[in-house]
């Protein structure tokens, strides 16, 4: 599969395209940028809600968790590079199961545990998975070191980080103690809903992509503009951390 990825890059497919495809990818993830300064920060509409709500809230929670899933772009980017070249599904259920292990384990335990972490500096690490697996994508560790590192267990590690993320941002606006475990287990609930219906939109997209004839030159190309994303994102959240 890789060499005929990298095959595919290596014919008939030139820089000013590659260039437009990168382009084009980053204009929308810097709209994304836009809308919601911090990959983690939840609507404001929402902020209020769970400052103010109080007792079990399951259904609310709920929505609230599966919005959160499919309008975080930084969740997003990182789903699309795991299952970039995963085609059985059952490849495909083993990572995202061990993405949602640890998306869940930290986001649960770092809420309930009062753990929090410097929003600017997770969202980095965030960013840096999206780099990482990217670069993965690509080949670059085999080519630059010699080894693969052992990618379902870098799956599980940035979900560990992927969950920080959200559970600091959580406790930043100080939920009500009143009904505070079953809301947390309804919003997680809501994440895997919302990672499941953003995870379909993906596979419907990528079976139609895998058809076409330029997909392994293409595959390159978009490897690279969400490697330039995440770089992106980390610049983005250092520079704020150094400056806020």
Same mark, same amino acid.
């Given at each position: 599969?890789?060499?005929?990825?990298?095959?595919?890059?290596?014919?008939?497919?030139?820089?000013?395209?590659?260039?437009?495809?990168?382009?084009?990818?980053?204009?929308?993830?810097?709209?994304?940028?836009?809308?919601?300064?911090?990959?983690?920060?939840?609507?404001?509409?929402?902020?209020?809600?769970?400052?103010?709500?109080?007792?079990?809230?399951?259904?609310?929670?709920?929505?609230?968790?599966?919005?959160?899933?499919?309008?975080?772009?930084?969740?997003?980017?990182?789903?699309?590079?795991?299952?970039?070249?995963?085609?059985?599904?059952?490849?495909?259920?083993?990572?995202?199961?061990?993405?949602?292990?640890?998306?869940?384990? !930290?986001?649960?335990? /770092?809420?309930?545990?009062?753990? $929090?972490?410097? +929003?600017? @500096? #997770?969202?980095?690490? %965030?960013?840096?998975?999206?780099?990482?697996?990217?670069?993965?994508?690509?080949?670059?560790?085999?080519?630059?070191?010699?080894?693969?590192?052992?990618?379902?267990?870098? !799956?599980?590690?940035? /979900?560990?980080?992927?969950?920080? $993320?959200?559970? +600091?941002? @959580? #406790?930043?606006?100080? %939920?009500?103690?009143?009904?505070?475990?079953?809301?947390?287990?309804?919003?997680?609930?809501?994440?895997?809903?919302?990672?499941?219906?953003?995870?379909?939109?993906?596979?419907?997209?990528?079976?139609?992509?895998?058809?076409?004839? $330029?997909?392994?030159?293409?595959?390159?190309?978009?490897?690279?503009?969400?490697?330039?994303?995440?770089?992106?994102?980390?610049?983005?959240?250092?520079?704020?951390?150094?400056?806020?």
């Amino acid at each position: 599969m890789l060499s005929a990825f990298l095959n595919g890059h290596c014919h008939g497919h030139t820089s000013s395209g590659r260039y437009r495809y990168i382009r084009i990818f980053l204009a929308l993830v810097l709209l994304g940028m836009g809308t919601e300064v911090l990959a983690h920060a939840v609507a404001q509409g929402d902020k209020g809600y769970i400052q103010e709500i109080t007792g079990v809230n399951l259904i609310a929670f709920m929505y609230l968790g599966a919005k959160h899933m499919v309008t975080g772009y930084d969740h997003l980017l990182f789903l699309l590079g795991i299952v970039f070249f995963l085609y059985r599904m059952q490849h495909i259920a083993i990572y995202v199961s061990l993405f949602a292990l640890g998306h869940s384990t !930290t986001m649960l335990l /770092g809420v309930y545990f009062n753990i $929090g972490i410097n +929003s600017y @500096i #997770i969202d980095a690490i %965030i960013g840096l998975s999206v780099v990482y697996k990217a670069l993965d994508n690509l080949g670059a560790y085999q080519r630059w070191f010699g080894f693969q590192p052992n990618t379902k267990a870098a !799956t599980l590690i940035f /979900g560990f980080f992927h969950g920080f $993320g959200l559970s +600091s941002k @959580i #406790i930043e606006y100080n %939920i009500s103690p009143d009904g505070l475990v079953p809301n947390l287990l309804a919003f997680n609930v809501g994440v895997e809903v919302g990672q499941l219906i953003a995870l379909a939109m993906i596979l419907i997209v990528m079976s139609f992509w895998r058809k076409t004839d $330029g997909f392994f030159r293409h595959a390159y190309t978009a490897n690279v503009a969400m490697m330039s994303a995440g770089f992106l994102l980390i610049g983005y959240q250092l520079t704020g951390y150094f400056t806020a």
